[in-house]
């Protein structure tokens, strides 16, 4: 009785194991947690030098978007850039990093975080947060486009080709916002093609928001 139970117990928690493994790989593939250094290269179209990334930029030739479009291989992304931290703000999970201090003007560290709102189609929108290190801290919006590309290489040594899949992420369109409640992002909801904004008062003052609140939609079908 007793090596049945322990070989219940062993099945069971081999059992546990395998689905965790299975939802760690089915994570690190879709990239549910994407670090938010990759997001912060986007939202700026450059590097930082504290960080181990090359950005390549792309040019908007749109008409109807001025907005410059970059774009970065996640892949290579998410490996070189794993350090952040991730905690719950009003209710959302938020993944940030910090940027040391540049100089005596600034009060604290610099940072940068950003929440995911959700995926819509082959597109995931962000809503983010920044700051230099002095009293602002400014939010947006930011539309960002999943690209899933195969690339290919040629082997030396063994005279053949090799290939592998890489994830893209371009940059669509950023809507910024504002500081807190001086014009800031007060909850943004994806509801079937739309995207439901209701945004604080750009005459509030930053840690007051006493004025009523801007609320609309925006229409996600336009999207393609």
Known sequence: MKYIICLISSIAYSSMFLFSSNVLAKQTKTFDIIPPYCVWTLLNNHSYSGYSYRLKPLKNNSNTQKDI???????????????????????????????????????????????????????????????????????????????????????NKANNLNSQQNMFLKKILFIPGGDRATGGFKSLKIRNDYLEVTQYNKNNFPNNPQLPNKI?????????
């Open 216 to 224: 609309f939609k925006i229409d996600l079908r336009h999207l393609k």
């Open 69 to 155: 479009i970059s774009e970065i291989n996640l892949t290579e992304c998410s490996s070189a850039n794993k350090n952040f931290k991730i905690f719950t703000r009003n209710n959302q999970t938020t993944y940030q990093i910090t940027f040391p201090r540049n100089d005596s003007n600034q009060l604290t560290e610099g940072y940068f975080s950003y929440q995911l709102v959700g995926p819509y189609k082959q597109y995931l929108i962000f809503h983010t947060f920044d700051s230099g290190g002095g009293t602002g801290n400014f939010d947006g919006i930011m539309i960002v486009k999943k690209d899933l590309r195969i690339e290919y290489g040629f082997n």
